[in-house]
């Protein structure tokens, strides 16, 4: 049901693919470095750019890489385009929202948004796939529910940009896993899809004298630009690691994007944990140890009981 529940032979390479996977989470882990050094470019600008440049590099690589067919074969496929597009308006979503709060004085929130997508996730499985959830991924989920009353009397509201991390998160994996396509065939498609909207916004601007591209110094320009590459490399390693790692190390190396976001948000950004949200966090984090044991374990029965089966043939 979740990443950690499908079975699978650990890769005789895990030991190969594990600097690649840290390194695609530390990257992820440090994008609230990055965003920031943007200004004056606000959000929604931020967010076009991001599209416009990662569909510049992502074709390079497409070109480099001579899959140009495999491109023109997913255009072709109604069905597969249909999951695209509504996975380019999730991932929309999900930069958006991340890049709102990293630069609004809301780490420590976005991080909350991705130490809860697991959980999210297993939800929509119960709710879209109709899966049944086992006593520990229920006690889980519960324990997150109960964390996330206790941040929304905290914070006066709802930690609606961690729910809108997550929940955008969830679906975008979701649909990209119905999908089914490689890393960059997938990004390429749904950046290709969301640039004439991107583009168009970034027109806008430009007419209104509002771009902040050409118009805020060289250094800002490349680093507008940079978000092409940055968005790329991640996903780059992370490809890289998921054909040499284990599920199991996969997903326990996930946690590291949001603790690391979580630690910047603390010690760099210097953003308020009232004891409140030490409580909210601390049952958030229970609940992951909850999820994750149970998940492992899982796991472990379905490939004792494969390993059976296949003597018992």
């Known amino acids: 049901m979740t990443q950690q529940d499908t079975p699978t032979t650990t890769a005789p390479r895990e030991g190969s693919g594990l600097p690649y996977g840290i390194g695609a989470y530390l990257c992820w882990g440090l994008f609230p470095l990055y965003w920031p050094l943007l200004e004056p470019a606000g959000p929604l600008e931020v967010l076009a750019h991001r599209i416009v440049w990662s569909l510049v590099f992502v074709l390079v690589l497409i070109a480099a890489t001579r899959r140009w067919g495999r491109f023109r074969d997913i255009a072709r496929d109604r069905t597969l385009m249909l999951f695209l597009a509504l996975a380019s308006v999730t991932i929309a979503l999900n930069w958006g929202g991340f890049i709102w709060g990293v630069t609004n004085g809301h780490v420590i929130e976005?991080?909350?948004?991705?130490?809860?997508?697991?959980?999210?996730?297993?939800?929509?499985?119960?709710?879209?796939?109709?899966?049944?959830?086992?006593?520990?991924?229920?006690?889980?989920?519960?324990?997150?529910?109960?964390?996330v009353v206790v941040l929304t009397v905290d914070y006066g509201r709802l930690p609606w940009i961690a729910l809108l991390v997550a929940g955008s998160f969830a679906t975008y994996g979701f649909l990209k896993k119905r999908a089914s396509l490689g890393a960059f065939e997938g990004l390429g498609m749904e950046t290709l899809i969301l640039a004439p909207v991107a583009v168009a916004f970034l027109v806008v601007l430009q007419l209104r004298g509002d771009l902040t591209f050409g118009h805020a110094g060289a250094a800002n320009a490349t680093l507008l630009v940079g978000t092409g590459?940055?968005?790329?490399?991640?996903?780059?390693?992370?490809?890289?690691?998921?054909?040499?790692?284990?599920?199991?190390?996969?997903?326990?190396?996930?946690?590291?994007?949001?603790?690391?976001?979580?630690?910047?948000?603390?010690?760099?950004?210097?953003?308020?944990?009232?004891?409140?949200?030490?409580?909210?966090?601390?049952?958030?984090?229970?609940?992951?140890?909850?999820?994750?044991?149970?998940?492992?374990?899982?796991?472990?029965?379905?490939?004792?009981?494969?390993?059976?089966?296949?003597?018992?043939?």
């Open 110 to 147: 976005t991080s909350l948004g991705y130490f809860i997508n697991p959980l999210v996730t297993v939800l929509l499985g119960v709710f879209v796939l109709k899966e049944t959830l086992r006593s520990a991924q229920w006690a889980a989920v519960g324990i997150g529910f109960v964390a």
């Open 229 to 313: 590459v940055v968005t790329a490399i991640p996903l780059l390693m992370f490809g890289a690691a998921a054909t040499r790692l284990s599920l199991t190390t996969i997903g326990l190396l996930q946690y590291l994007g949001p603790f690391l976001q979580f630690l910047l948000g603390l010690f760099v950004f210097d953003e308020a944990m009232s004891t409140a949200r030490w409580i909210g966090f601390a049952l958030v984090w229970s609940a992951l140890v909850i999820f994750t044991i149970d998940a492992i374990g899982n796991r472990r029965r379905i490939l004792r009981q494969t390993a059976t089966n296949a003597e018992a043939c």
